[in-house]
T-cell receptor
Framework: QKEVEQNSGPLSVPEGAIASLNCTYS??????FFWYRQYSGKSPELIMF????GDKEDGRFTAQLNKASQYVSLLIRDSQPSDSATYLC???????????FGRGTSLIVHP | SQTIHQWPATLVQPVGSPLSLECTVE??????LYWYRQAAGRGLQLLFY??????ISSEVPQNLSASRPQDRQFILSSKKLLLSDSGFYLC????????????FGSGTRLTVV
């Protein structure tokens, strides 16, 4: 069974700090990796996807993928209180359009 | 641009009553469509997905059914709701390959009383 693991948190960081969110997965055939942000009571919103080993940057967000170690992480630089949300990691195997979701990590950015 | 509409936003239904949730997508053709449920404090559970009109795959046997009568319309139904059907129901779409991830609708919060 394919598993995607995330620390449920909460991860608490001060405003302006770097928040680091981690995700590990069990399926070595995984090829697509996604990060979603979900505010309380709202639906998830895709913020990043990554397919290749290394880093991918988009504004304050950086996704990091290490297939050999089977982990993917999301860094949020200059964290803001508005970043406070649950972050869901999703992983899809090659040829599959249906990812496995982790349960999410709750992030709290305090002023 | 593509948009996804899901309604109603909230619903309170008695046990044993029927259910119909509708989802429509605009601005794209032949999308993959999905229904997920998110129970309080739990992860996303895939309920159904569809790769085309009339094609429905069920992930979890339960009290629910899904239909896709049109290319960009996806309906979640139940003939008789159970208390355990309460949750946050999310419709989503993706391109056929799912390459760029999902776009979720705004969700329906269902409370069965």
């Amino acid at each position: 069974q394919k598993e995607v693991e995330q620390n449920s948190g909460p991860l608490s960081v001060p405003e302006g700090a770097i928040a680091s969110l981690n995700c590990t997965y069990s399926d070595r055939g995984s090829q697509s990796f996604f990060w979603y942000r979900q505010y309380s009571g709202k639906s998830p919103e895709l913020i990043m996807f990554i397919y290749s080993n290394g880093d991918k940057e988009d504004g304050r967000f950086t996704a990091q993928l290490n297939k050999a170690s089977q982990y993917v992480s999301l860094l949020i630089r200059d964290s803001q209180p508005s970043d406070s949300a649950t972050y869901l990691c999703a992983v899809a195997s090659g040829g599959s359009y249906i990812p496995t979701f982790g349960r999410g990590t709750s992030l709290i950015v305090h002023p | 641009s593509q948009t996804i509409h899901q309604w109603p936003a909230t619903l309170v239904q008695p046990v044993g009553s029927p259910l119909s949730l509708e989802c429509t997508v605009e601005g794209t053709s032949n999308p993959n469509l999905y229904w997920y449920r998110q129970a309080a404090g739990r992860g996303l559970q895939l309920l159904f997905y569809s790769v085309g009109i009339g094609q429905i795959s069920s992930e979890v046997p339960q009290n629910l059914s899904a239909s896709r009568p049109q290319d960009r319309q996806f309906i979640l139904s139940s003939k008789k709701l159970l208390l355990s059907d309460s949750g946050f129901y999310l419709c989503a779409w993706s391109t056929p390959g799912g390459t760029y991830g999902y776009t979720f609708g705004s969700g329906t919060r269902l409370t069965v009383v």
